[in-house]
């Protein structure tokens, strides 16, 4: 049987399901650890022995979605109180997200922090005042936009919120085989970390650095030897100087041509 993988509404967490008969963009319930959640079928990715499974329950139900939305409106309520909570501790964190599970005996609060937190007290405070199991999660700066959304410098709705699943490991070299400034303004997200759209094209830059020549070096062209001034990858094409006569020549010639 198929599995099918699910995105859950309570986490950017993705589970898989034995289910071959479920299209993409269905909603869903699941049992997780014996927590009701709710999901989202879509496009299976590679599915490895490390994956996380649940159980398929049904498909979900009208009351299912209004429970759902009547669970955001509650987590919105306690992600108020518990920065409140959180800020009369003196705790040297961020409270980014509250989520419940379908039936809201599981509250999760996902934080960031820099440095390791005690949240005892806070999670005797929280306990005191919810009857529910209380889960402190503390994620990343990518996982907290993730979860919140935002605009990227590209002006569309930020990847990690958009489809992306899970986060590839993104290097500044994938920005210098671009020939991207390393500014942080430039090659940043929101959340603060190196955009997560470095890694889409790196692949076909990093083969173009191998096919290129380098800037100011000197190359033969069909015109003779002449100095490299810039290269264009996307057209495949390089630019190169010629002195003559105390003055300079600029042709640009693609790697076809320099090739013959």
């Known amino acids: 049987m198929q599995m099918i993988e699910v995105l859950l509404y309570s986490s950017p ?32 990715q590679k599915v490895n022995d490390n994956s996380i499974r649940a159980d398929f329950i049904r498909i979900a139900t009208t009351e299912d979605k209004k429970a759902n939305c009547e669970n955001c409106k509650y987590a919105r309520t306690l992600l108020a109180e518990i920065k409140k909570d959180a800020q009369k501790l003196n705790l040297d964190m961020k409270v980014g997200n509250i989520s419940t599970n379908l039936d809201r005996s599981k509250i999760i609060v996902n934080y960031t922090a820099e440095e390791r937190v005690d949240f005892r007290d806070l999670l005797r405070v929280l306990n005191s005042k919810y009857k529910a199991r209380i889960e402190m999660k503390q994620i990343g700066n990518r996982d907290e936009t993730k979860m919140i959304g935002a605009l990227g410098v590209c002006g569309r709705e930020t990847c990690c919120k958009a489809f992306l699943s899970d986060f590839d490991k993104i290097s500044v070299k994938m920005a210098k085989n671009q020939n991207i400034s390393p500014n942080p303004t430039k090659i940043n997200g929101m959340c603060g970390r190196l955009l997560c759209c470095l890694k889409y094209e790196d692949e076909y830059y990093a083969k173009m650095q191998e096919r290129m020549p380098k800037i100011n070096s000197m190359i033969k062209t069909p015109d003779g030897q002449g100095k490299v001034t810039s290269t264009d990858f996307l057209k495949e094409t390089v630019t190169v100087s010629f002195e003559k006569d105390e003055t300079t020549e600029i042709k640009i010639y693609t790697l076809e041509e320099l090739k013959r």
Request: net charge negative; no cysteine.
């Open 13 to 44: 967490m993705s589970v898989f399901i034995n289910n071959d008969k479920i299209e993409p963009n269905t909603v869903v319930v699941v049992s997780l650890d014996g927590n009701l959640e709710l999901g989202i079928t879509k496009q299976p």
